[in-house]
């Protein structure tokens, strides 16, 4: 079932088509917030997709499609590794097909594009490992401890959201160092802390050295923390509202990630009814060496950390995944094999859900991978190759990115997707500023005011064209010249 999503080339997710058009940018000019603004994404996502070009492979939708799946299917490598540090044994195997299943068969839109969360839950999925490895071998190495580190360090740079879930593994770490060599603790620790810092330290001072520094801290630590969904103060809850609601927030907007979720409720209620008394289920968090006592302190970060943010897009949500594989293991472990089998037949729910496209003639595949059947243009993107060429900047006002991707046309502005610049937020004008003098410096062969009533987040024409902002809408009027207006869309030239 996933297979048809490899073969779909149209975009999934407006998140992945940002992306993209940021990698495709990096190719051309490869120095972040010069030429491009991953905002909350983080730059390595985005670099990441800039290797993948210039090893040869084409930014494509197909390419992203791909990467989402292999980069999942690398965490559940880790997720297996580390439960067979507990010596769970054939349980190991077991208690990932909830997870296996759930990456094999979901076609829900958010679980199947290239997310944002992907790297950064693969490097905590490789810390989650060494953990497990050092709990049980109570050794550590040098190559160990920094190659930890380095994935600590990394993992801020995926996604700033996962700073608090670093953050607990990173502790952890130290506090295993404390347990099991105390002898070395200094040293160890310091091989760990040095790692992480030397990571960050050699970041920023390539930032320094490019005259990019306080871009970086402005526009990735600053505006990212401060600002809401929307940019509206009106969307705020406090977190504590946020907290009462979020199971029901869970339920309705998780959907696809409750196929993990079902036998994991229901392992977890025969755990707590077999372990009801207070020394036994005491004693089951202290094994491992508290082991699965931190791991529920993940668990908690990670409520914390989608409360802080606020948005609950569906795809927030695979940070759960890590902490519901290993649990369902520590769970099954507690079964006979009787009762382990009977539980993860809840799994056989996907065979119902086939069985009921069968019987309603509905289609199973959710997208059309026939290559009759598949767009592979849009007339945007034809009319633009008519003015320009691919690999020659282009610049979209309004959140339409497939453009960039469709054409392999790199962002002539570090804000591809138009929504901070235009949209009222207290940073703005910042963001404003730096739009106009980005096309001002890269002088785009094409620019497109794709405001229309479809517009994700900026769909009133009359308030967001580009003719509302007078630097702006004098720049263009100026320089470019209109040639095209197809379903609302207006395409200028270069004169």
């Given at each position: 079932?996933?297979?048809?999503?490899?073969?779909?080339?149209?975009?999934?997710?407006?998140?992945?088509?940002?992306?993209?058009?940021?990698?495709?940018?990096?190719?051309?000019?490869?120095?972040?917030?010069?030429?491009?603004?991953?905002?909350?994404?983080?730059?390595?996502?985005?670099?990441?997709?800039?290797?993948?070009?210039?090893?040869?492979?084409?930014?494509?939708?197909?390419?992203?499609?791909?990467?989402?799946?292999?980069?999942?299917?690398?965490?559940?490598?880790?997720?297996?590794?580390?439960?067979?540090?507990?010596?769970?044994?054939?349980?190991?195997?077991?208690?990932?097909?909830?997870?296996?299943?759930?990456?094999?068969?979901?076609?829900?839109?958010?679980?199947?594009?290239?997310?944002?969360?992907?790297?950064?839950?693969?490097?905590?999925?490789?810390?989650?490992?060494?953990?497990?490895?050092?709990?049980?071998?109570?050794?550590?190495?040098?190559?160990?401890?920094?190659?930890?580190?380095?994935?600590?360090?990394?993992?801020?740079?995926?996604?700033?959201?996962?700073?608090?879930?670093?953050?607990?593994?990173?502790?952890?770490?130290?506090?295993?160092?404390?347990?099991?060599?105390?002898?070395?603790?200094?040293?160890?620790?310091?091989?760990?802390?040095?790692?992480i810092v030397s990571v960050w330290g050699g970041w920023l001072l390539y930032l320094w050295h490019n005259g990019v520094l306080e871009d970086f801290f402005f526009y990735y630590i600053k505006a990212n923390a401060q600002l809401k969904i929307r940019f509206s103060d009106n969307s705020y809850r406090s977190p504590f509202y946020l907290l009462i609601r979020f199971p029901l927030i869970f339920a309705i907007l998780g959907k696809g990630i409750k196929y993990l979720v079902v036998p994991l409720v229901i392992l977890a209620g025969a755990f707590l009814f077999k372990n009801r008394a207070k020394l036994a289920f005491l004693k089951i968090l202290k094994i491992d060496s508290y082991f699965w006592f931190i791991l529920l302190g993940y668990s908690v970060a990670v409520i914390a950390t989608l409360i802080r943010t606020g948005s609950f897009y569906a795809h927030h949500f695979t940070y759960f995944m890590l902490p519901f594989c290993l649990f369902t293991g520590l769970?099954?472990?507690?079964?006979?094999?009787?009762?382990?089998?009977?539980?993860?037949?809840?799994?056989?729910?996907?065979?119902?859900?086939?069985?009921?496209?069968?019987?309603?003639?509905?289609?199973?595949?959710?997208?059309?991978?026939?290559?009759?059947?598949?767009?592979?243009?849009?007339?945007?993107?034809?009319?633009?190759?008519?003015?320009?060429?691919?690999?020659?900047?282009?610049?979209?006002?309004?959140?339409?990115?497939?453009?960039?991707?469709?054409?392999?046309?790199?962002?002539?502005?570090?804000?591809?997707?138009?929504?901070?610049?235009?949209?009222?937020?207290?940073?703005?004008?910042?963001?404003?500023?730096?739009?106009?003098?980005?096309?001002?410096?890269?002088?785009?062969?094409?620019?497109?005011?794709?405001?229309?009533?479809?517009?994700?987040?900026?769909?009133?024409?009359?308030?967001?064209?580009?003719?509302?902002?007078?630097?702006?809408?004098?720049?263009?009027?100026?320089?470019?010249?209109?040639?095209?207006?197809?379903?609302?869309?207006?395409?200028?030239?270069?004169?």
């Amino acid at each position: 079932m996933r297979a048809p999503v490899f073969l779909y080339d149209l975009p999934l997710n407006p998140d992945e088509t940002q992306m993209l058009a940021q990698g495709l940018t990096l190719t051309i000019d490869p120095l972040l917030y010069r030429s491009v603004d991953p905002t909350t994404s983080g730059p390595i996502n985005s670099y990441l997709l800039y290797l993948l070009s210039i090893m040869g492979f084409k930014l494509s939708f197909h390419l992203a499609h791909v990467l989402s799946w292999g980069l999942t299917m690398f965490a559940l490598v880790f997720y297996y590794k580390a439960l067979r540090y507990f010596r769970f044994g054939i349980v190991a195997q077991l208690a990932l097909i909830p997870a296996v299943a759930f990456v094999s068969f979901i076609q829900e839109i958010n679980y199947v594009h290239y997310y944002s969360e992907s790297v950064a839950i693969l490097l905590l999925s490789l810390n989650v490992y060494f953990i497990a490895r050092w709990t049980h071998q109570k050794t550590f190495s040098y190559a160990e401890l920094i190659t930890s580190g380095a994935a600590l360090a990394l993992v801020v740079l995926c996604k700033i959201q996962a700073l608090p879930l670093a953050f607990v593994l990173g502790v952890w770490s130290l506090v295993l160092l404390f347990l099991f060599q105390r002898q070395k603790l200094f040293l160890n620790a310091g091989v760990l802390v040095l790692t992480i810092v030397s990571v960050w330290g050699g970041w920023l001072l390539y930032l320094w050295h490019n005259g990019v520094l306080e871009d970086f801290f402005f526009y990735y630590i600053k505006a990212n923390a401060q600002l809401k969904i929307r940019f509206s103060d009106n969307s705020y809850r406090s977190p504590f509202y946020l907290l009462i609601r979020f199971p029901l927030i869970f339920a309705i907007l998780g959907k696809g990630i409750k196929y993990l979720v079902v036998p994991l409720v229901i392992l977890a209620g025969a755990f707590l009814f077999k372990n009801r008394a207070k020394l036994a289920f005491l004693k089951i968090l202290k094994i491992d060496s508290y082991f699965w006592f931190i791991l529920l302190g993940y668990s908690v970060a990670v409520i914390a950390t989608l409360i802080r943010t606020g948005s609950f897009y569906a795809h927030h949500f695979t940070y759960f995944m890590l902490p519901f594989c290993l649990f369902t293991g520590l769970f099954l472990s507690q079964l006979t094999h009787v009762w382990r089998w009977a539980i993860l037949s809840t799994q056989l729910i996907f065979a119902v859900i086939s069985v009921e496209h069968l019987v309603t003639n509905s289609s199973i595949n959710l997208y059309e991978t026939a290559r009759s059947k598949q767009q592979k243009m849009s007339p945007v993107a034809r009319a633009i190759l008519k003015y320009a060429n691919p690999g020659e900047y282009l610049v979209v006002w309004g959140w339409e990115c497939a453009y960039y991707v469709e054409t392999q046309m790199p962002q002539g502005v570090n804000e591809n997707h138009s929504v901070r610049s235009a949209m009222a937020h207290p940073f703005q004008a910042t963001y404003y500023r730096r739009y106009v003098s980005d096309i001002k410096r890269t002088r785009p062969k094409v620019f497109v005011d794709a405001i229309t009533a479809q517009t994700l987040w900026m769909n009133d024409p009359a308030k967001y064209g580009h003719q509302n902002y007078p630097e702006l809408a004098r720049y263009i009027a100026q320089n470019y010249e209109l040639k095209e207006v197809i379903e609302g869309v207006k395409i200028y030239a270069w004169k």
